[in-house]
Nanobody, 120 residues
Framework: QVQLVESGGGLVQAGESLRLSCAAS????????MGWYRQAPGKQRELVAT???????NYANSVKGRFTISRDNDKNTVYLQMNSLKPEDTATYYC??????????????WGQGTQVTVSS
C-alpha cells in the first residue's frame, strides 16, 4: 500500500503564493507519473498538473504560467508552486500518483486533500 500526504494549503489573498507538497510512503519500488488535481464545491475534480518520472510536465490551461509542478525522486515528493493565485483557484487540492510496488504491481493512489482558499 502507498500513502500520499499533502501539506501546504491555506488561506491567502489574491496575487499571493502557496507551495503544496505531497510525500509518498509505503511499498514503493517506483513512482511513475505524479500529479495534482483540484475540486471546487459543486464542481468535478479537474487536472491541475502532472509530471512524469523523467520530468515531463503537463498543465491545465487555467494555471499555465502561474503554477509549477516539480518532484524530488529521492524524497518521493511532488510539489506544486502556485503563484499569482486567483479566487477561482479556491478548491481542495489532491495529490495523485501511479506507483509500482516491489511485487511489480502498479496502482493509482490519491491523497486526502488539502484546502486552498484565495480571497479577493
Amino acid at each position: 500500500q502507498v500513502q500520499l500526504v499533502e501539506s501546504g494549503g491555506g488561506l491567502v489573498q489574491a496575487g499571493e503564493s502557496l507551495r503544496l507538497s505531497c510525500a509518498a510512503s509505503g511499498n514503493i519500488l517506483r513512482l511513475n507519473t505524479m500529479g495534482w488535481y483540484r475540486q471546487a464545491p459543486g464542481k468535478q475534480r479537474e487536472l491541475v498538473a502532472t509530471i512524469t518520472s523523467t520530468g515531463s510536465t503537463n498543465y491545465a490551461n487555467s494555471v499555465k504560467g502561474r503554477f509549477t509542478i516539480s518532484r524530488d525522486n529521492d524524497k518521493n515528493t511532488v510539489y506544486l508552486q502556485m503563484n499569482s493565485l486567483k479566487p477561482e483557484d479556491t478548491a481542495t487540492y489532491y495529490c495523485n500518483a501511479d506507483a509500482t510496488n516491489w511485487r511489480l504491481q502498479g496502482n493509482n493512489y490519491w491523497g486526502q486533500g488539502t484546502q486552498v482558499t484565495v480571497s479577493s
